[in-house]
């Protein structure tokens, strides 16, 4: 029945994924797995309440009716249309097209006794395209389908795959569990993040690639340098160290980063500073590896290089003047988000840290131009790390000594805390 009524709607899966998030943020819902519970291949009923909430209202039928079997005496005749090729391809005939386009693919990929070359470089165009939307997109918009993919990446590998096939699969398995471990820190939830995490590693160890491992390292150090274990962060981007010489990628110059904010929440300047000349200086031996080729979130860049810098100095006191330099230089390299490397959570974090900066020379009003556009960020963009860095912003005013001069600023950063993206229902 849903199917039968999302193709007399003369919407697209998209246009009806979009709308259930205008109608409730709640009902997140990717267009992929929209067609799928329209199939039938996934069960209405195990939907999230807020999906099926917003499934009935907006067909008028409840969950029982919208997954019979559709039968033409169950509704009035639709009105007759003629067939038109529309340029744009809107309509129930783009529906009827995608979903024939989703029933081969995933015939071509689970169907076959092994799995083809074809079948793996659509895999990981599909992994690429979420390493791509990752930093751009809330968490909820992207989750439905990385959760697929890894699902379907999964099931391969529980076959008896050749050893070639083997391998790709537990690179891609291998970055897809790295995204949910990310998924699962922005949500607050670290013991699920470093879970994910560590399959991640196995799934890299399968395939035997070091860039791959440096990455997750990587993710590793920065997960726990949110959860304030800051020494654990310190040993995860240093055990990284190998396996980022192997693969000379940008994990070459985000281990040092990493390690230098969280030297620096420790309190040690020294080794932070130095962990900020070698991650710089470490540029001029990059050689682009496979994960700098998935780009987005599986690359490190000039932008979050000037972030880190900024978000290292910004725990020492007397670098107040250094910290607002990179944290400047930072924000207006994320200042287009058109940009590829723009991404709305290092984007904040800058003008998190610019704000640190001039809460400490003393400039309030500065300070409060510098968290504005971070506390008009929406609920769904207030990531686990971006609800710290503003709480940071919180603690250097208090400290300071300007909590009564700041009035206003504290009420906005604490109106904002209250609702971070892992609070939303779902």
Not at 157 to 168: F, G, I
Not at 305 to 316: N, Q
Request: charged residues 20%.
């Amino acid at each position: 029945m849903l199917e039968y009524l999302i193709q007399q709607s003369d919407r697209t899966y998209e246009e009806l994924a979009d709308e259930f998030s205008r109608m409730d943020s709640r009902a997140a819902i990717s267009a992929r797995h929209l067609g799928r519970l329209a199939r039938g291949e996934r069960d209405l009923a195990s939907s999230t309440p807020a999906t099926r909430r917003a499934l009935q209202a907006m067909f008028n039928k409840s969950i029982d009716e919208l997954q019979r079997p559709w039968a033409p005496h169950q509704l009035t005749p639709a009105p007759e249309r003629h067939l038109v090729v529309d340029p744009t391809g809107a309509g129930p005939e783009r529906n009827l097209l995608a979903m024939a386009a989703q029933r081969a693919r995933q015939y071509a990929m689970l169907a076959a006794e092994s799995t083809s070359p074809a079948a793996i470089e659509q895999l990981a165009e599909d992994v690429q395209r979420l390493a791509l939307a990752y930093p751009q997109r809330p968490v909820s918009h992207v989750l439905p389908d990385l959760v697929e993919t890894q699902d379907t990446l999964f099931t391969l590998l529980e076959r008896r795959q050749a050893p070639n096939q083997s391998r790709d699969l537990h690179f891609l398995a291998g970055i897809t569990s790295g995204l949910l471990a990310k998924v699962s820190h922005d949500m607050a939830d670290p013991h699920s993040a470093m879970l994910q995490a560590r399959t991640a590693v196995l799934c890299a160890e399968q395939a035997g690639h070091p860039g791959l491992q440096a990455w997750l390292r990587g993710l590793q150090s920065l997960v726990a340098y949110w959860a304030g274990r800051y020494a654990e962060a310190v040993r995860y981007a240093e055990a990284g160290r190998e396996y980022a010489t192997q693969a000379g990628g940008t994990s070459a110059v985000w281990l040092p980063a990493s390690a230098a904010r969280a030297y620096a929440a420790l309190g040690n300047a020294e080794q932070a500073k130095a962990a900020i000349t070698e991650a710089e200086d470490a540029w001029s031996r990059v050689r682009p590896d496979e994960m700098d080729e998935m780009g987005g979130i599986c690359t490190f860049n000039q932008p979050r290089t000037l972030y880190y810098a900024s978000d290292a100095l910004a725990w020492l006191p007397g670098e107040a003047t250094a910290t607002e330099r990179y944290a400047l230089r930072a924000t207006q390299a994320y200042a287009d988000p058109n940009d590829p490397a723009w991404a709305f959570g290092d984007q904040a974090g800058s003008h998190a840290n610019l704000a640190i900066a001039r809460v400490a020379s003393g400039d309030l009003d500065a300070a409060a131009d510098a968290l504005a556009p971070v506390l008009d960020l929406p609920a769904d963009q207030r990531i686990n790390g971006i609800i710290h860095s503003v709480r940071r912003v919180h603690q250097a005013i208090t400290r300071a000594g300007h909590a009564g001069d700041a009035r206003d600023l504290i009420d906005g950063i604490e109106h904002f805390t209250h609702t971070p993206a892992n609070a939303l229902p779902r």
